[in-house]
């Protein structure tokens, strides 16, 4: 039972470029999340999905884009990368239809647009 | 809106000592939870400790406990005999409890903790 994965856990990118950052959990949770960690500002939620084929926009979600094929992926997407989106980005996910259930965090990415 | 307010950018306590971090939410939803993450350097998120907004006990955890001032809309956390370990940013957060999946964790700023030797 590996949680929640999260890759890559460093990553460099020039403004204007694209990439997929990949997160994938192996607990069955229906509920997953995308949020990003920026100094004096905590964690601000991007997008979320409450299952296969379900997603939808939380506090911040301009620039990125989302998508969950199955329930056990759900990859944020990054489409012309800009020096404002450098942050941390942590994937969570939990159970459904458990009111109190925590959050289950990857291990985070650390992304620099240069 | 739901809004989580840590007032304490950073703060310090001596090991063995006791230490309160303090938070703040808004709402006029009645059903929630709240929680406190921690995350130390290694950046691991890690759940520290949870209430129910239903019930009056304040949670513990170990050394960890809360005070839920449910009518002042204030959780802070209270770390006993603080360790090295305990070192971290720790974040207070916020959840509606309307049941289902829908549910989204709202987190305060942070409070980053040092415990001194």
């Known amino acids: 039972n590996a949680g929640v994965t999260q890759t890559p856990k460093f990553q460099v990118l020039k403004t204007g470029q694209s990439m997929t950052l990949q997160c994938a959990q192996d607990m069955n949770h229906e509920y997953m999340s995308w949020y990003r960690q920026d100094p004096g500002m905590g964690l601000r939620l991007i997008h979320y999905s409450v299952g296969a084929g379900i997603t939808d926009q939380g506090e911040v979600p301009n620039g990125y884009n989302v998508s969950r094929s199955t329930t056990e992926d759900f990859p944020l997407r990054l489409l012309s990368a800009a020096p404002s989106q450098t942050s941390v980005y942590f994937c969570?996910?939990?159970?459904?239809?458990?009111?109190?259930?925590?959050?289950?965090f990857g291990n985070g990415t650390r992304l620099t647009v240069t | 809106a739901q809004t989580v307010t840590q007032s304490q950018p950073e703060m310090s306590v001596q090991e063995a000592e006791t230490v309160t971090l303090s938070c703040t939410y808004d709402t006029s939803e009645n059903n929630y939870y709240l929680f406190w993450y921690k995350q130390p350097p290694s950046r691991q998120m890690i759940l520290v400790i949870r209430?129910?907004?239903?019930?009056?006990q304040n949670a513990t955890e170990n050394r960890f406990s809360v005070n839920f001032q449910k009518a002042a809309k204030s959780f802070s956390l209270k770390i006993s005999d603080s360790q090295l370990g305990d070192t971290a940013m720790y974040f207070c957060?916020?959840?509606?409890?309307?049941?289902?999946?829908?549910?989204?964790?709202?987190f305060g700023t942070g409070t980053l903790l040092a415990v001194q030797p």
């Open positions: 957060a916020f959840m509606i409890g309307y049941g289902g999946a829908t549910n989204k964790l709202i």
């Open positions: 969570a996910s939990r159970l459904s239809g458990t009111e109190n259930s925590p959050l289950h």
């Open positions: 209430q129910e907004a239903y019930k009056q």
